[in-house]
């Protein structure tokens, strides 16, 4: 390879890929590739596809596209058919099951609506509860006047956000919470807070979501696959051996029977794609 006037040989490129942090990006995608590599594909469906999920419809717009992803035209239509036969592959193996899953993944997927207070001195945090409880003092408030946290900002109002995403203790009073309910001031790290749930919104299984459980899906087979799939960097000799080999055993008529296929050298180098 050559890099204006740079020439880079592969070992030097392998270690770039390490050293950058691109290998497992780069196994990633070849991995990927052989998993879809059986889904059979229409190129101008997929074509059609791929333009119409970008709002590509003239042919204008498609240059453009190209001009700023520095494709060809064979580049975006094989990159369109890899997209398609993605999907397809997502869909032929978990498309009958993702109701299931996504039941499975409801209660961190539901939403939720709270206020939260928070501050550093247990004595002021039981003072506000009292004032919240007896006093009947706007949660809004306190929360803008004595909160720590940028949830001040929002007079302690927070979200919605997923059940999942906050402070797993937090996420744990939220998960056992009814609507109104005030809890007292309890310590997480450095901080004690006071917590008010005030709605839920339940996930649902629409288009979006359930793009996005299939694709956790298959980020869940892709790490398996990783960690199933070491990488052998073979020293130059060892490439050239195995090359030569290779054209050794090509039958010279029909009927002749190639030869087995000469092993990986036991001095490979292996590397863990996973931790580039």
Sequence with gaps: MRIGNKAIDTSTMVNSLLQYRLLETFVRETITDDLISHI???????FAAFCKRRQLLSEEQQ???????????????AE????????????????????????QRKPQLDRVIY??????????????????????????????????????????????????????????????SSQGQLWEPTKIGDWYIIVKFEKQIPAQLNEPMRQRLLNEQFQSLMQERLQASPVKLMPKSAVV????????????????????????????????????
């Design 40 to 46: 059979e594909c229409d190129p101008a469906v997929a």
């Design 80 to 103: 369109a058919v890899r997209e398609y036969r993605l999907q397809q592959f997502k869909e032929e193996t978990w498309g009958d099951r993702i109701q299931t899953y996504f039941l």
């Design 115 to 176: 206020s939260l207070l928070r501050v550093k001195e247990p004595g002021v945090a039981q003072e506000l509860y009292f004032r919240l409880c007896d006093d009947g003092v706007a949660f809004s408030e306190l929360a803008k006047q004595y909160s720590g946290g940028q949830e001040a900002q929002t007079g302690g109002l927070v979200g919605p956000v997923e059940r999942s995403v906050p402070h797993p203790m937090l996420a744990k009073m939220l998960r056992v």
């Design 241 to 276: 051996t195995n090359a030569a080999s290779v054209q050794e055993s090509k039958p010279s008529s029909i009927g002749d029977k190639p030869t087995a296929e000469q092993p990986v050298p036991a001095e490979a180098v292996e590397v863990s794609a996973a931790s580039a």
């Design 63 to 77: 240059a453009e596209w190209r001009k700023k992803e520095h494709f060809s035209p064979a580049q975006m239509k």
